[in-house]
């Protein structure tokens, strides 16, 4: 239970955040509002918690606890918004399970916030959310589009194009190549088949070549395409995916060893 009291410098810092729409904020967004020293604000930050105006989420991130909330110290912060914070000022962009949930394609609820990034984090969980921090160099940090999480604040996310393809790199990241390949059939009238064969050329994954062809394939989608992603297939094969036992027929065409039920990804087209 807290004491909600407030006084004219802490009530004007908390005006001032929760109308620019800054649910969750650094030490450094109060400087800026409130003119004081890091010093300063801290206090006034750790006051403000023990209030229960603000809940610390991370090392100098905290989130604000709306009226609605009364007596408990409940934020109502958008996850993606923390994840966000949680890793600036590095590049970044939201990725795999969670740049398919952004991008509406998915069928399934998805728990876990995924981050790509050149800046190494532990997981952790926050308000009772997992967040999983995916290593990339800097270099790897491209195609990437901006969207709308809340009426005021945008994330990064990777885009459509990008999501596919970062999802047959990991498929255990995104729940399994059945789960990928569910997005892939959402979506499939929304995407843009030249980039994506830009993309794999730029990422320049053998095994990102070969699930893709074989996918496009099965579901009668890609063309013309398909002859540009067999010539980038190489020579060793590949699980289909890599979460399930290696077992399976070999298909030599796309260097692959097939070890899902053809059926049940067949199935997703009438679904």
């Not at 308000?127 to 901006?146: H, T």
């Not at 094969?237 to 290696?246: C, E, G, I, R």
């Amino acid at each position: 239970m807290y004491t909600k009291t407030l006084g004219a410098e802490s009530a004007s810092l908390i005006t001032k955040l929760a109308s620019q729409g800054r649910s969750v904020f650094s030490i450094a967004d109060a400087q800026e509002l409130s003119g004081k020293s890091y010093s300063t604000v801290l206090k006034d930050l750790r006051r403000l918690a023990n209030a229960g105006w603000v809940v610390k989420l991370s090392s100098g991130i905290y989130a604000l606890v709306p009226l609605s909330a009364g007596s408990e110290a409940i934020p109502e912060a958008n996850r993606y918004i923390i994840a966000r914070e949680l890793i600036k000022p590095a590049p970044y962009y939201l990725s795999h399970d969670s740049a398919f949930e952004l991008h509406n394609m998915l069928t399934r609820p998805v728990t876990t916030v995924t981050i790509t990034s050149p800046r190494r984090l532990d997981n952790r969980i926050v308000l009772k959310v997992p967040y999983r921090f995916i290593y990339a160099p800097k270099e790897k940090i491209w195609g990437i589009s901006s969207i709308w999480v809340t009426p005021s604040e945008q994330v990064q996310v990777s885009d459509m194009e990008r999501t596919i393809l970062d999802g047959l790199a990991r498929p255990e990241l995104c729940s399994g190549i059945s789960e990928v390949a569910t997005g892939l059939w959402m979506r499939k009238d929304d995407l843009d088949w030249e980039k994506i064969i830009l993309y794999v050329q730029k990422l320049r994954s053998l095994v990102v070549a070969k699930r893709l062809g074989y996918l496009l394939e099965l579901y009668g989608l890609g063309f013309p395409y398909i002859d540009q992603l067999q010539e980038m297939i190489g020579a060793s094969y590949a699980l289909l995916d890599p979460m399930l036992p290696a077992e399976g027929a070999y298909l030599a065409r796309w260097r692959l060893r097939i070890n899902v039920d053809t059926d049940t990804l067949k199935g997703i087209v009438t679904t």
